[in-house]
């Protein structure tokens, strides 16, 4: 039985794409092309930081942030608030919790993050982050951490991403159940392989499924 449902961040329950529209801007293409460039690296199954070298050869992502944060000290840059919250989150998480399930959030995630993540006053029993942590997925011992900080075993842990490599393949090996969202670019790509249904035990169009996929086996 499920009793713990741990949740990645962006395109799970961030919306990416003011971040991914102002990196457009920041870096003066349009942003029909930065988009599109980050879902030709989703098909290619590429890390998201090659699309800056395609847009731009040579560049320097962290010296790039921190000139950003120097020109625009007080603005979001590439962090995120509560108006990029999807909008079917508040209320599944909070049906989720009216059904008895522990929730989490545990994502590959910068320190600020966490701040953001808590300033929403989320119905969730506890917020981790990749840099709180010191290790990032699709490491194993970030999967190790997830288990230990639930207190479960790890088959009553599912665990909830946009990404098959990222999320529900790491997860599944270590004994964890799974669910692909489908959402953002790698989350439409991957539902859409074949392997998705045998790997994922669920696939889902966002939290509605979610919590129909798991209010007939409540923990309580």
Do not use: C
């Amino acid at each position: 039985m499920i009793r713990a449902v741990v949740f990645d961040v962006g395109e799970t329950l961030i919306d990416e794409t003011r971040i991914w529209s102002r990196w457009a801007d920041r870096l003066g293409v349009t942003r029909f092309t930065m988009l599109g460039v980050l879902g030709g690296m989703a098909a290619l199954d590429r890390s998201f930081a090659e699309a800056f070298q395609i847009l731009r050869p040579g560049f320097d992502l962290e010296a790039e942030q921190e000139a950003w944060k120097r020109d625009d000290p007080d603005g979001l840059r590439v962090n995120f608030d509560a108006d990029d919250l999807y909008p079917d989150v508040r209320p599944g998480l909070a049906e989720l919790r009216a059904l008895g399930y522990e929730l989490i959030i545990a994502g590959n995630q910068p320190p600020q993050a966490y701040d953001a993540l808590a300033t929403m006053d989320l119905p969730v029993d506890a917020i981790y982050t990749s840099d709180d942590w010191g290790v990032a997925k699709p490491d194993p011992a970030f999967f190790a951490k997830v288990v230990a900080v639930s207190g479960r075993e790890p088959a009553e842990i599912l665990y909830v991403g946009d990404r098959l490599d990222n999320d529900v393949r790491p997860a599944r090996t270590a004994g964890m159940r799974t669910a692909l969202i489908r959402r953002g670019p790698w989350g439409h790509l991957h539902a859409a392989r074949p392997e998705a249904a045998g790997e994922a035990d669920h696939v889902v169009d966002g939290f509605a499924d979610l919590v129909a996929a798991l209010s007939a086996h409540p923990p309580r």
